[in-house]
């Protein structure tokens, strides 16, 4: 596990890093090894994560061919029990809404994203809520005519939130922010 873990790591470090300079080829046949890590369950974990190193690139790399699976798993993996993989999807798809979002492939999975966000909305999982709350923000920068879809889907469950004794801290400040968004 440890040996797969490493080769992922170092596969994903090389797109982000160098991916400029080795080649659009090798590039391009990594992400696609890399998507195919997203579907096996031993792997999965490390490759979101390695996902979003190589979202997060300065070198703006095209991701263009690879993205609308990468997006696609990673809201999949939001109804999923392990919370390490939510927490994990939700951070790599802020970054790819945040560097990518403006592309229409991305922009159009934005609803599909959003169904699959709503219910990670609640008092139950303050963390969880902020980092859903963060990627509903993203979208709406990335795409203002997400607006509409963010507040039919989202509003329901900050208003429920509101409403909560629990909210505070960072996962308040998320909802403040998505709030002074839709406004």
Do not use: C, W
């Given at each position: 596990q440890e040996v797969k873990d490493a080769a992922?790591?170092?596969?994903g470090l090389m797109v982000a890093n160098l991916g400029d300079e080795v080649g659009e080829k090798e590039v391009k046949d990594t992400l696609a090894v890399l998507v195919e890590r997203l579907s096996n369950e031993i792997t999965r974990l490390t490759t979101v994560k390695v996902f979003g190193k190589i979202a997060s690139s300065p070198l703006k790399l095209p991701l263009a061919p690879v993205l609308p699976d990468v997006v696609k798993e990673l809201a999949s993996f939001l109804r999923k029990q392990n919370r390490q993989l939510k927490q994990a999807s939700l951070s790599t798809l802020e970054v790819v809404v945040r560097n990518y979002?403006?592309?229409?492939?991305?922009?159009?999975?934005?609803?599909?994203?959003l169904t699959e966000l709503s219910p990670l909305i609640s008092?139950?999982?303050?963390?969880?809520?902020?980092?859903?709350?963060?990627?509903?923000?993203?979208?709406?920068?990335?795409?203002?005519?997400?607006?509409?879809?963010?507040?039919?889907?989202?509003?329901?469950?900050?208003?429920?939130?509101?409403?909560?004794?629990?909210?505070?801290?960072?996962?308040?400040?998320?909802?403040?922010?998505?709030?002074?968004?839709?406004?």
């Open positions: 992922i790591n170092a596969a979002g403006k592309e229409k492939a991305v922009a159009a999975l934005f609803p599909n994203v008092d139950a999982d303050l963390h969880i809520t902020q980092l859903s709350l963060g990627l509903a923000v993203a979208m709406l920068k990335a795409s203002p005519d997400a607006a509409a879809n963010v507040r039919d889907v989202t509003y329901p469950k900050s208003i429920e939130l509101v409403q909560s004794s629990l909210l505070q801290g960072q996962a308040l400040q998320a909802l403040l922010s998505l709030f002074a968004e839709l406004v």
